[in-house]
């Protein structure tokens, strides 16, 4: 299913930090199986800023045995829509919402017994609030061990949650702030969470038989430290799974252009069974740029490799990415591709958004 804007009613708007709220929407009932989700998936907000089209992707804080959808939004600096958000928003605006997405996504499974370990940093929490809920919920025989850091205790989001969440189940969720900013009595949490830090906390709280899955999200640095960490001791990649929630890389990379690599291509995108051709230099625009020039209403938010909006499925010829932040492995072997990294690298190419 292609994922589509849907104007939805603002329900409820609640101030989680001096800096960042949590907004819940309305679901029409003809709405709720188009918007099932798993925890740890995102929604993509749209709205008018300044006549100005603005997107922003942000995680789904609540989990679906809440039964409601709420993300949390944090004031970012510069930000256009954080700002918007905190300071405009209000009960009962609707917004533009794409249904929920997202391959950062917790599979439950009540028979599991299982033992989870949860790195946040900031507002990174958000989705991992959402998986700590769902395992606890519905994995009874799972444990979760969950490191959350931020600079300061007044800056901890759902601080009441969280300790709610743990006073339910105290012998299956240990929780452990850290705080770079303000000394809490016991040296292991002060600091950021990088890698020695990590290694740190994994000497004190942790053995190998205690880690069947490691979720993280939070900044690139951070979860890059984690990463190294965890796998140095012995923790499979495949069993390490990560949401970046923006990449300084991302901001700043370049396309790599090999001189004479110019090739005049015809792109053909399709979706929701109608299509768009047009001709596309290889080194050109990318194909969900030039997809949006001719006119397709193609899918996107973050234009920085980091989210999967515009995920398609190449069905004919070659293309190349210029940043993937968001792909497995194993969806790149299969065809699939982030249109807003995407180069045509054969003359014909068509890509696909219905599959």
Known sequence: MTPKFHSLQIKNIRKETKNCVSISFEIPQELKEAFRYQSGQYLTLRSQINQEDVRRSYSLCSAPSDEEWRVAIKQVENGVFSTYALNELKEGDVLDVMNPMGNFKLETNPTHTKSYVLF???????????????????????????????QGFSEVIFREELENLKNEHLNRFSLVHLFSRENIG????????????????HKAFLTNEQIDDIFICGPEQMILDVKAAMTSKGIPAKN?????????????????????????????????????????????????????????????????????????????????????????????????????QAHPTSEEVLVSFDD
């Open 120 to 150: 946040a940093a900031g507002s990174g929490v958000t989705p991992i609030f959402s998986i700590a809920k769902s395992i606890l919920r519905e994995e009874p025989n799972s444990h979760v061990t969950m490191f959350y850091g931020n």
């Open 186 to 201: 016991n040296a292991i949490q002060k600091g950021r969470i990088d890698e020695q830090k990590c290694l740190d906390l």
């Open 240 to 340: 390490i799974h990560f949401e970046l929630f923006h990449s300084g890389a991302a901001k700043t990379a370049k396309p790599t252009v090999v001189v004479g690599d110019q090739l005049s291509t015809n792109v053909t995108v399709v979706m929701d069974d109608d299509s768009v051709s047009f001709a596309l230099d290889s080194n050109g625009m990318t194909i969900l740029d030039a997809a949006y020039k001719a006119g397709s209403d193609v899918p996107y938010a973050c234009k920085g490799g980091v989210c999967c909006t515009c995920k398609a499925k190449v069905l004919k010829g070659t293309v190349r990415m210029d940043l993937n932040y968001a792909l497995t492995p194993e969806e790149v072997e299969a065809g699939y591709i982030l249109t807003c």
